[in-house]
């Protein structure tokens, strides 16, 4: 019994080396990374693509961008997601433990205020000051006047607004708030912008299938979400104000609108915001997810991190119009080109 058990065990051994040559080790070649919620369905499509191209797995946990920027800094992670762009802090406790960090630009994306009213068929307008009182707590009603006027002719219930927010910390809500921060004064002033705040109110919630079901399952509520996941499971989302005084719709286009508009006020380091930017096209709560990482790589992996992220940037935006995120401007992946040749690969 003893010789067949040992006589198995070096055929599993023989037959597990020879995958690995057939297959020249690459099935060896582990990434890990995680952050974003935001990022996950895209970053769960180029996983799969890539490992077809190149046999390289990306096993990436979506535990929000708090978590990714923790988890990168500390060096559990490969690189980082975020939707927030690291902080001066952040950025020098990062400089303690590992060196430079670098922001690379992945993808762009909406946030979308979803709702649940029963007979209301046409999508709601808001404008930011108004989403701002909602979540301040001061707007309490669905029709309240602020919302009545900017919905001619929409019968509003006179039913209580429950607001719902995410719960861990998380680059949704800090697009959000960013966003509510430069429409109104008193949320800048008593709540501020983070990936989490300390909310007025409301009921928390984990993640984006959190505060979505939190909403669908009670009437009256209002939350945010990604565009994405409001319209792979049918959400009703509404259009928002901006700047230029246009009701926008969230879409590729709205958000590319945004993008575009930005631009030339990006700063060298590529950290910056697309909230509340100039365009007549543009949406106003529009975001980016960045990887984030050290510039000093170790040797072999340090290299395979590059690789797929410099492919992600460039051949896998082809992939980003199928699941509702808007590509990258070619100007954008221009300067973040520059960025990926900063990153050193040890020796």
Request: overall charge neutral; some cysteine; charged content about 20%.
């Amino acid at each position: 019994m003893k010789r067949k058990l040992a006589l198995a065990a070096m055929i599993t051994a023989v037959v597990t080396s020879a995958a690995g040559c057939r297959d020249g080790g690459k099935q060896q070649q582990r990434l890990n990374a995680g952050g974003s919620t935001f990022v996950y369905p895209m970053m769960s499509k180029w996983a799969s693509e890539y490992d077809k191209l190149k046999g390289v797995k990306v096993n990436y946990q979506s535990i929000g961008s708090g978590g990714g920027i923790q988890q990168m800094t500390a060096k559990t992670f490969d690189f980082g997601c975020t939707d927030a762009p690291m902080n001066d802090e952040q950025l020098k406790k990062a400089q303690e433990t590992g060196g430079d960090v670098v922001h690379l630009p992945l993808v762009m994306g909406a946030v979308v205020p979803i709702y649940n009213l029963e007979g209301i068929k046409e999508p709601l307008r808001f404008s930011g000051t108004v989403l701002a009182d909602i979540y301040l707590e001061k707007i309490k009603k669905w029709n309240d006047a602020e919302l009545t006027k900017l919905n001619p002719g929409v019968e509003l219930p006179d039913k209580d607004i429950l607001t719902v927010h995410r719960s861990e910390g998380s680059g949704t809500t800090y697009i959000w708030v960013d966003y509510l921060s430069k429409v109104s004064q008193t949320w800048q002033q008593k709540i501020g912008v983070g990936t989490s705040v300390n909310w007025p109110g409301g009921l928390g919630a984990q993640g984006n299938e959190g505060v979505a079901g939190k909403v669908t399952q009670a009437p009256g509520a209002i939350g945010y979400v990604e565009l994405i996941y409001a319209r792979q499971n049918k959400i009703k989302f509404g259009s928002v104000q901006n700047r230029e005084g246009e009701f926008v719709t969230p879409s590729l286009e709205s958000v590319t609108a945004a993008a575009k508009g930005a631009l030339t006020d990006i700063p060298e380091d590529l950290r910056y915001s697309l909230t509340n930017g100039p365009g007549k096209d543009a949406y106003p709560v529009s975001g980016t997810t960045w990887a984030v990482l050290y510039v000093g790589q170790p040797p072999g992996k340090g290299q395979a991190v590059l690789d797929f992220l410099r492919w992600v940037t460039h051949e896998g935006q082809e992939y980003a119009k199928g699941l509702d995120y808007a590509r990258l401007p070619e100007e954008l992946i221009r300067r973040l080109e520059r960025k990926l040749d900063q990153v050193q690969v040890g020796k």
